[in-house]
């Protein structure tokens, strides 16, 4: 079983469409990441989040739109699309450095479709 | 910047078979953490196996080990009796153990496409 909740598991938008991706965790994980993911292609890291606030953004287009309401839900808000922005996005959680074994936990992902 | 090398895009093994799935990296970093993850077709990536590069003893979990050699910043997986279940895309990755915005960031391979043959 996940750890890592995410929905949905497969999206179709138009490029004019705005829609929203979800993931939750129940592992009382105070750091949060959004991954980019192409086909036989490893993750790209995009957000972090750490203590409810944006610890990193890898210079994303601003289409994409993170949120993290609290510590156990992470949003990614996606508007105006282009079609190269279809793949799967990962949502990962891990607890904080020197608490931790250090790995990130995974949820299953959500297909993207940009039409 | 951390880099992970691995060198192999595609392997296969027979079932029952070992097989052994090289990773190099490079690092200024004295303390980091090494990890294997396995992503089947389904998806999810899943944590087959993680190293600490203070500890000196190789990390097993059953069927998997690794030989970490620090020097040479080698980090590779030995799956032994491989099964059907095994095939997967395996990633290599890198994490800082220092503080600030680079502990976050874990640096991947480019990864492996493991099939395993009946």
């Known amino acids: 079983d996940t750890e890592v909740t995410q929905t949905p598991k497969h999206l179709v938008m138009g490029m004019t469409n705005k829609k929203s991706l979800k993931c939750e965790q129940h592992?009382?994980?105070?750091?949060m990441y959004w991954y980019k993911q192409k086909a036989k292609k490893p993750p790209e890291l995009m957000f972090v989040?750490?203590?409810?606030?944006?610890?990193i953004n890898e210079s994303v287009p601003s289409r994409f739109s993170p949120e993290c309401p609290n510590s156990s839900l992470l949003n990614l808000h996606l508007h105006a699309l282009q079609p190269e922005d279809s793949a799967l996005y990962l949502c990962?959680?891990?607890?904080?450095?020197?608490?931790?074994?250090?790995?990130?936990?995974f949820g299953e992902g959500s297909r993207l479709t940009v039409l | 910047a951390q880099t992970v090398t691995q060198s192999q895009p595609e392997m296969s093994v027979q079932e029952a078979e070992t097989v052994t799935l090289s990773c190099t990296y490079d690092t200024s970093e004295s303390d980091y953490y090494l990890f294997w993850y396995k992503q089947p077709p389904s998806r999810q990536m899943i944590l087959v196996i993680r190293?600490?590069?203070?500890?000196?003893q190789n990390a097993t979990e059953n069927r998997f080990s690794v030989n970490f050699q620090k020097a040479a910043k080698s980090f590779s997986l030995k799956i032994s009796d491989s099964q059907l279940g095994d095939a997967a895309m395996y990633f290599c990755?890198?994490?800082?153990?220092?503080?600030?915005?680079?502990?976050?960031?874990?640096?991947f391979g480019k990864g492996t496409l493991l099939t395993v043959n009946p």
């Open positions: 592992m009382g994980h105070r750091a």
């Open positions: 989040y750490s203590y409810e606030k944006l610890s």
């Open positions: 190293q600490e590069a203070y500890k000196q």
């Open positions: 990755a890198y994490r800082s153990y220092d503080s600030g915005g680079s502990n976050y960031k874990l640096t």
């Open positions: 990962a959680s891990s607890q904080r450095r020197r608490q931790n074994t250090g790995e990130l936990f």
